[in-house]
C-alpha cells in the first residue's frame, strides 16, 4: 500500500488550484484506497506540498481514455497520452486515483 505520492513538479500547481483532480498509475502505484490520505511531494526533490484525500481508484485502459479525463488531468486528450506515454510506455491497463486537496502549507487542517 503506498504511504505517500509523487508528481512531477509541473503538475503542482494544478494540483493546488484544484484543475487536477486525477492521476492516472500504473499497478504497482494504485494500491491506495478510498478515504486514505497521502502525504504528496515533488518527483523531483521529494519536497512536500500538500496532502490528498483518495477519493477512487478505478481500473481504465489508456485505449479507454476520454476527454473527460483530460480534463480531470487539466490537459487535452493528445496531451494526457503523450504523457502517459513517455511515463509508462506501451502499458495499457492503467488505474486512475480520484483525490481532492485538503492540506497545503498554506491551509493547513487544525
Given amino acids: ?3 505517500k505520492i509523487t508528481f512531477f ?3 503542482e500547481q494544478d494540483i493546488l488550484s484544484g484543475a487536477k483532480t486525477i492521476t492516472l498509475r500504473n499497478e504497482a ?3 491506495v484506497f478510498a478515504g ?3 502525504p504528496v511531494s515533488t518527483f523531483e526533490a521529494d ?3 500538500c496532502d490528498i484525500k ?3 481508484v478505478v481500473p481504465v485502459l489508456f485505449s479507454a481514455l476520454t476527454e473527460q479525463h483530460a480534463a480531470q488531468e487539466n490537459m487535452t486528450l493528445p496531451e494526457l497520452r503523450r504523457v502517459i506515454q513517455e511515463i ?3 502499458l495499457e491497463q492503467l488505474f486512475q486515483i480520484h483525490f481532492c486537496v485538503v492540506n497545503t ?3 493547513p487542517i487544525n
Fill in 36 to 38: 486514505q490520505i497521502l
Fill in 29 to 31: 502505484e494504485s494500491h
Fill in 105 to 107: 502549507r498554506a491551509h
Fill in 54 to 56: 483518495v477519493i477512487e
Fill in 9 to 11: 513538479e509541473r503538475f
Fill in 47 to 49: 519536497r512536500w506540498f
Fill in 88 to 90: 509508462y510506455p506501451g
Fill in 1 to 3: 500500500m503506498l504511504t
